[in-house]
């Protein structure tokens, strides 16, 4: 892959891990919901993109991967929580 697009790639990470990390996670509220279901899927996106240019994330950003992950799955098993 080429530098440019490993540049891309990373800053779509960086920018969905920041979005992530801010949409909210404590609140009951609706828009709440949707604004850290986006994020999640955001964040799995970019996650997917950046690993497909051949970057490898640290463990930080993994884990806040994973957590994304766990919460769709979640949400997918309770959708009512």
Do not use: N
């Amino acid at each position: 892959m080429m530098a440019r697009e490993q540049i891309i790639a990373g800053d779509r990470f960086r920018r969905a891990l920041l979005v992530l990390q801010t949409a909210g996670w404590a609140g009951p509220e609706h828009r709440v919901k949707v604004d850290i279901h986006a994020a999640a899927v955001a964040a799995i996106e970019a996650y997917e993109a950046f690993t497909a240019a051949g970057l490898v994330a640290g463990a930080a950003d993994r884990r806040l991967i994973g957590q994304a992950q766990q919460y769709l799955a979640k949400e997918r098993h309770d959708p009512a929580s």
